[in-house]
Nanobody, 114 residues
Framework: QVHMVESGGGLVQPGGSLRLSCAASGSIFSINSMGWYRQAPGKQRELVARITSGSLPNYADSVKGRFTISRDNAKNTVYLQMNSLRPEDTAVYYC????????WGQGTQVTVSS
């Protein structure tokens, strides 16, 4: 059974930073690219960043230059460092395999508000 457990979300003011973590089952982590996705209220889930098993990153234009994705293969963990946060970054953030995700975890809420 595949599991992803996201953590690190919270309430932050515009311009602030957060670091999200995702612990994934080893069976998927070692063979898959991993992605961070987000879903804002009333909107479809979208991919914001992804990283290959060899740690090559790729970002959505909306977060490029502000977010950094990384992974620790020894810990089966993927991270998302989010800087210069904006109110439009408010969403539930999920990690999952890319391009074919497994069952979704609970995600972690990120709220950017003054």
């Amino acid at each position: 059974q595949v599991h992803m457990v996201e953590s690190g979300g919270g309430l932050v003011q515009p311009g602030g930073s957060l670091r999200l973590s995702c612990a994934a089952s080893g069976s998927i982590f070692s063979i898959n690219s991993m992605g961070w996705y987000r879903q804002a209220p009333g909107k479809q889930r979208e991919l914001v960043a992804r990283i290959t098993s060899g740690s090559l990153p790729n970002y959505a234009d909306s977060v490029k230059g502000r977010f950094t994705i990384s992974r620790d293969n020894a810990k089966n963990t993927v991270y998302l460092q989010m800087n210069s946060l904006r109110p439009e970054d408010t969403a539930v953030y999920y990690c999952n395999a890319f391009p074919r995700p497994y069952a979704w975890g609970q995600g972690t809420q990120v709220t950017v508000s003054s």
